[in-house]
């Protein structure tokens, strides 16, 4: 059965930074694209970027390039996504996504397992 | 503003069927490119209902299915229950840089 657990509520101040984890089991995890998604409060969901597991590729949303960084540690099946420079509309629930296999048509895959979320609070 | 355009809410009775709505542009929806749907209830994970416009994962009803006419996608909902309450969310790859995938806004789903 597939599981992405995550790393629990985090507070920070304006202008640090922040790392949240999703760990993997029940698949192969080098096998799998995962993406991050944030949700706002009150806002929609929101792409951030991705990381292929096998190679350590990564693509970022635009408007968080700079800022977001995505890496993974594949020893311990873990993906992980920092945030830098934090501000006051960073406060949101970030979650860990599990996509289809990296060897498909990435474009058309759907975000098909979700981790429980994290929540961030930046005050 | 998303790039994938739903209403802000829709609503219905018990029973009765509605029907959410998900436009695009030739840059995601009218460029092939699949569209899927989640469900997301307050305080949990957003959960995977549709994929690839129409197909439905394993244990997701059969009153939910998916649709796609031109730059626009569909979900639609029938045979209402009080458990489908929920905000839905399309979703689509698009071909511009500034974000590779996308999500609509969200529907928030009242059943009366």
């Known amino acids: 059965q597939v599981h992405l657990v995550q790393s629990g509520a985090e507070v920070r101040e304006p202008g640090a930074s922040v790392r949240v984890s999703c760990k993997g089991s029940?698949?192969?995890?080098?096998?799998?694209?995962i993406h991050w998604v944030r949700h706002a409060p009150g806002q929609g969901l929101e792409w951030m970027g991705r990381?292929?597991?096998?190679?350590?590729?990564?693509k970022t949303a635009q408007k968080f390039q700079g800022r977001v960084t995505v890496t993974r540690d594949t020893s311990t099946s873990t993906a992980y996504v920092e945030v830098s420079s934090l501000k006051s509309d960073d406060t949101a629930v970030y979650y860990c996504?599990?996509?289809?296999?990296?060897?498909?048509?990435?474009?058309?895959?759907?975000?098909?397992?979700w981790g429980q979320g994290t929540l961030v609070t930046v005050s | 503003q998303s790039v994938l355009t739903q209403p802000p809410s829709v609503s219905g009775a018990p029973g009765q069927k509605v029907t959410i709505s998900c436009g695009g542009s030739r840059f995601n929806i009218g460029a092939d490119y699949d569209v899927h749907w989640y469900q997301v209830r307050p305080g949990t994970a957003p959960k995977l209902l549709i994929y690839g416009f129409h197909n439905r994962p394993a244990g997701v009803p059969d009153r939910f299915s998916g649709s796609k006419s031109g730059t626009s996608a569909s979900l639609a909902i029938t045979g209402l229950k009080a458990e489908d309450e929920a905000d839905y969310y399309c979703q689509a790859y698009d071909s511009r840089l500034s974000a590779n995938w996308v999500f609509g806004g969200g529907t928030k789903l009242t059943v009366l």
């Open positions: 990381i292929n597991p096998s190679s350590g590729g990564t």
């Open positions: 996504v599990r996509a289809k296999e990296i060897w498909l048509l990435e474009s058309q895959g759907s975000f098909d397992y």
């Open positions: 029940g698949f192969t995890f080098i096998d799998f694209y």
